[in-house]
């Protein structure tokens, strides 16, 4: 951190709106003790652990709270913009801090410590109930701030990877689509180059979205976008390969944060020469979404993306109780919910990547049917080595529908999880080939082969989170609804009561009937129940389809699965809790 040239005065205190309203007397004593900092963008406030021994206000810039996701990621909790305080919630309990606050453009703060902040209380105890309002608020954003809350991004950089790409209208396009949200837009461009930040300023304050443009150049303006956005969109063409990297090396802190997306577009007339996975890698992007030029839904999506509106659809594992989910789909596109993002693990991965693929009802059934229900997936047993099946008619079955789909190339957003036995977290799968991450979401322990994955051992990802609203939260902005369809109901104890050895079960029941093991080690690898309250009550939408009667393993209960799913979606929708989702 930098003093700036300036000292800290009363009049500057005041511009601060958290503490606008104090005694004057009380705002000159605290200028004299306090400190005026600068941090530079991209540099840290303080990290986890750090001492909590002041508090700071932003007087001017855009802090960002963060986290460690799963998979080790960086991930945005939210915005502190001017005028907020930081760090009030360790400074207060006299605790270290928890989580890393980093500049996302240069900042400058006001730095009070205990004393100091003390005896400015005293004389204003209003202060102090409007840093418990303001924390209570954070704590009840629980990372999926509404479209109205201050740490949503604002300000978005459109950026061309091409001259042949005009931001400008494109932007123009989502400004309509913002509108029509009840959101004020204002599209700025080169013209305002020679502008003072502070003009930036009062545009952000004046406007609930901020769409700056620029071409990927050497210019003091498209350095001024690097260093001003909240969020970085590079825009690209699928008809033409990116350059590597596509953003200069020169620092940017939303770069270097990861908060960049990639928005590839594609002409129905041209043909496409380069994948998803190209761009995203080229540019350090985060997420890639695909706008398909004529396509009102992509671009309407993509909006809602920056207003804080897109939905993300979380669908748990379950084996076959699984197939509720494509009845629940069926009935949210019945009523027009938007999906926009879609996770989910183990089967419930299998029926979420079936949605980000764009595939209709129709599709998803066939898929389903000819892969899980004509036939059983997981009867081509073996003595076990490693697992009680080969696993072959699996990964045949994969192949066949999604062949060598990248996950970066689907229509939406996609991830789904594993549990990684090598490093004993959870995986995220947000890149790479699809059919080998839901081989690897699916893969049971014990029931079916686990799967290796650079040198490391991933098995089916319910063992460790089987419904990951936690991740769906780190990877959007706007609500997320949830349907969870773990099964609740126990074994039948009969079954292991002296049960008999494994050939003479044969010789009962047939090969390709599974013995009571398989039942026990399927039931044992979705038993994560660790959180899953609380992981339910993250999510802003939770649909729990009744099926009391329908085991793990009823391959053959698919009607009646698929009903249970249309059936509680549609109470849900009659009950008008998605409403707000339209």
């Known amino acids: 951190m930098e003093q700036p040239d300036q000292t800290l005065t009363f009049e500057h205190l005041t511009e601060i709106a958290s503490l606008a309203e104090a005694p004057k007397g009380a705002l000159k004593a605290a200028a004299k003790k306090g400190e005026w900092v600068r941090l530079r963008g991209g540099n840290a406030l303080f990290q986890p652990g750090d001492i909590a021994d002041s508090i700071y206000f932003v007087k001017s810039g855009v802090l960002g709270a963060f986290h460690r996701a799963s998979d080790g990621e960086l991930e945005l909790l939210g915005y502190?913009?001017?005028?907020?305080?930081?760090?009030?919630?360790?400074?207060l309990a006299a605790a270290p801090h928890a989580s890393p606050v980093y500049a996302l453009r240069d900042t400058e703060l006001v730095k009070f410590s205990r004393t100091v902040f003390d005896k400015l209380v005293a004389k204003h105890p209003a202060l102090l109930r409007g840093l418990a309002q303001l924390m209570v608020g954070r704590m009840r954003s629980n990372r999926r701030?509404?479209?109205?809350?201050?740490?949503?991004?604002?300000v978005f950089a459109m950026l061309a990877s091409s001259p042949t790409i005009s931001c400008k209208f494109l932007a123009r396009q989502l400004a309509d689509k913002l509108a029509k949200f009840g959101k004020s837009v204002i599209v700025i461009g080169p013209e305002a180059a020679k502008s003072g930040l502070e003009w930036f300023d009062q545009q952000e304050r004046a406007h609930d979205v901020v769409l700056l443009h620029s071409p990927i150049a050497d210019s003091a303006w498209f350095r001024l976008c690097l260093r001003q956005a909240d969020r970085l969109w590079v825009i690209g063409r699928a008809d033409a390969h990116p350059s590597d990297p596509l953003l200069p090396v020169e620092d940017s802190p939303a770069r270097a944060m990861r908060l960049v997306d990639v928005i590839l577009l594609h002409n129905e007339n041209q043909r496409a020469v380069s994948a998803g996975k190209d761009w995203k890698q080229a540019a350090g992007a985060a997420r890639i979404f695909h706008w398909r030029t004529g396509n009102s839904e992509d671009v309407t999506r993509i909006a809602r993306t920056a207003a804080g509106r897109s939905v993300g659809l979380v669908l748990s594992g379950g084996g076959a109780r699984a197939y509720a989910h494509i009845g629940a789909v069926r009935a949210l596109r019945e009523a027009n919910i938007p999906i926009d993002f879609c996770g989910g693990t183990s089967m419930g991965a299998i029926i979420a990547a079936n949605v980000a693929m764009g595939w209709d009802d129709a599709k998803i059934e066939r898929t389903i049917i000819e892969s899980f229900v004509d036939s059983n997936p997981v009867d081509d047993y073996i003595l076990p080595v490693v697992a009680l099946t080969r696993g072959a008619k699996v990964r045949r079955r994969l192949a066949k529908h999604y062949g060598d789909m990248q996950i970066e190339n689907m229509a939406l957003p996609f991830f789904c999880l594993s549990t990684n036995l090598t490093s004993g977290h959870s995986s995220i799968h947000r890149n790479g080939l699809l059919r080998k991450a839901l081989c690897a979401s699916i893969a049971l322990p014990g029931v079916l082969p686990p799967v290796v994955i650079d040198h490391e051992v991933h098995v089916d990802g319910a063992v460790l989170n089987n419904f990951p609203v936690d991740v769906m939260q780190d990877f959007h902005r706007?609500?997320?609804?949830?349907?969870d369809v773990s099964q609740v109901r126990g074994?039948?104890?009969a079954e292991f009561v002296e049960p008999p050895g494994f050939f003479s079960w044969i010789m009962k029941h047939g090969i390709h009937n599974a013995p009571p093991i398989a039942s026990l080690l399927m039931r044992t690898?979705?038993?994560?129940?660790?959180?899953?309250?609380a992981r339910r009550s993250d999510a802003?939408?939770?649909i729990l389809p009744e099926m009391d009667d329908i085991d793990l393993r009823d391959w053959k209960a698919f009607d009646r699965a698929t009903e249970a799913g249309y059936t509680a979606t549609v109470k849900a929708l009659d009950q008008g809790l998605l409403d707000g989702l339209r």
């Open 540 to 542: 802003d939408i939770l």
């Open 525 to 533: 690898a979705t038993l994560s129940t660790s959180n899953l309250d």
């Open 80 to 91: 502190i913009r001017s005028g907020e305080p930081v760090g009030e919630m360790a400074f």
């Open 491 to 493: 074994l039948d104890a």
């Open 478 to 483: 706007g609500p997320v609804l949830g349907i």
């Open 145 to 154: 701030s509404n479209a109205e809350d201050r740490s949503q991004p604002k």
